[in-house]
């Protein structure tokens, strides 16, 4: 397979260069001291990245899986909280409705998310289904042209600001002998009633990348506004989550790079036992070891992107890679923290932040043990 990069490629890697520092980096800060970076957000928008996989026939850019890989890593290295807003409209929303939505649907909601008006969530984490969706309970009953949501999600990253969210829930009967999960497209607006959001989760990093709980009461959402058709729901999740599964490793592996360059130049000017922490052999195998280590998951992303870019089935990858470049991400970062001794843990130097905001990245958009299982099923394991 030829990794080496396209021109197209590359104009998107200087654009993504160009965002991260005019746009990202003043509010990154903002964004870990807990502010919401609206502003930021919109600056990516304006730049095109919040629908950069919206095919130009629904006036979006065309840009592929491995673009959005490239510009996921370049704004990690910024800041993975403000660039973890890329994923939710490109990844969770843009394919789904690209594979089960009609002609009018995609023509009413992906020139929207291509022009940066939407603002996208997808809710699928209940307190009792998190790894488990089949043990979802939020109802939805159909009520004439209506069907009628009540339950709770929570977890959810956008959920106060979000005004086109992609929602779950179970359609069929309590005693049917078969759960039916439906995708929903919820257009909210200010009329929108039976949707309350909880405060943001306190969470340990990705600081300004709030997550929340929805209580839905008695919220109406056309039944014109499903994907696909009633049940059709686990499969629309997957093939957004999958993509996801992607952008989100290329974030990981974008902070454990920033977090080897930095430790490479820290190493040269510290200093201990009359010679500099860099010329200590256990320093240069260690961030051998950490480099090679980031080059592996950043090749197994970038054939899970091609792979989806091809339309072929990617999940089996999209999980290897998951699984494989966020741990790698976490060990990595680990170990340069490592190296910078004490300021490391240190908040007045940027190790500390990284080792908070990569923990998320195992967990959510598919836990590595459900990444394995799924490895494990498909390869015959049962
Ligand atoms: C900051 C943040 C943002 C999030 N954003 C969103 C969002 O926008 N939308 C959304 O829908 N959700 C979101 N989530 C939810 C996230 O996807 C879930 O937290 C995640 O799927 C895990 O579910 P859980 O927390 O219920 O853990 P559980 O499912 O309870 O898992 C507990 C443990 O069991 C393990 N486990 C699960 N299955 C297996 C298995 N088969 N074999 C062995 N072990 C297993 C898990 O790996 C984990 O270690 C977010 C979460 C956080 C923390």
């Known amino acids: 397979m030829d990794f080496r990069l396209t021109e197209a490629d590359e104009d998107i890697l200087s654009l993504a260069k160009e965002v991260g520092e005019k746009v990202v980096a003043p509010w990154a800060e903002r964004a870990e001291a807990g502010e919401h970076p609206v502003e930021a957000y919109e600056g990516l928008a304006n730049a095109g990245l919040t629908g950069m996989v919206v095919p130009e026939e629904y006036d979006g850019p065309g840009c592929t899986y491995l673009q959005l890989s490239l510009v996921m890593e370049t ?7 403000i660039a973890e807003h890329l994923n939710m409209s490109n990844c969770n929303l843009i394919l789904p409705i690209l594979k089960f939505g009609t002609e009018e649907q995609k023509r009413k909601w992906l020139p929207r998310i291509a022009n940066g008006d939407a603002y996208c969530a997808f809710a699928l984490t209940e307190p009792n289904a998190g790894s488990d969706n089949s043990a979802m309970s939020t109802s939805a009953v159909r009520d004439g ?16 600001y979000a005004n086109l969210i992609m929602l779950f829930a179970v359609t069929s009967p309590k005693d049917a002998p078969k759960k039916e999960i439906t ?29 929340n709980d929805i209580f839905l009461d008695d919220l109406r959402i056309p039944a014109a506004n499903i994907l696909g058709k009633p049940g059709d729901g686990f499969k629309a999740a997957m093939c957004g989550l999958n993509p996801g599964r992607t952008a989100l490793s290329s974030e990981a592996i974008g902070v454990a790079q920033r977090a080897i360059d930095l430790t ?23 961030l051998a070891e950490c480099q090679t280590q980031i080059d592996a998951a950043r090749l197994l992303v970038r054939n899970a992107c091609v792979m989806l870019d091809q339309g072929q089935d990617a999940a089996m990858l999209c999980s290897e890679a998951k699984w494989f ?11 340069c923290m490592q ?37 494990a099923r498909f390869m015959g394991l049962r």
């Open 339 to 375: 190296l910078w001794g004490g300021y490391g843990y240190s908040k007045e130097y940027p190790l500390e932040q990284m080792y908070r905001d990569l923990r998320i990245f195992t967990i959510f958009e598919g836990a590595t043990e459900v990444q394995k299982h799924t490895i």
């Open 264 to 286: 490479v130049e820290y190493a040269k000017t510290r200093k201990m036992f009359g010679k500099t922490l860099a010329a200590f052999q256990n320093t240069q195998f260690v």
């Open 145 to 160: 042209d209506d069907y009628i949501l009540n339950g709770q999600k929570c977890f959810i990253s956008g959920a106060e």
């Open 325 to 335: 470049a966020t741990e790698t991400a976490n060990q990595v970062v680990y170990r």
């Open 75 to 81: 704004l990690g290295q910024y800041s993975p909280a």
């Open 183 to 211: 995708a929903f497209i919820l257009e909210r607006d200010e009329n929108t009633t039976g949707y309350t959001v909880g405060s943001p989760e306190k969470t340990m990093g990705m600081n300004g990348a709030d997550a």
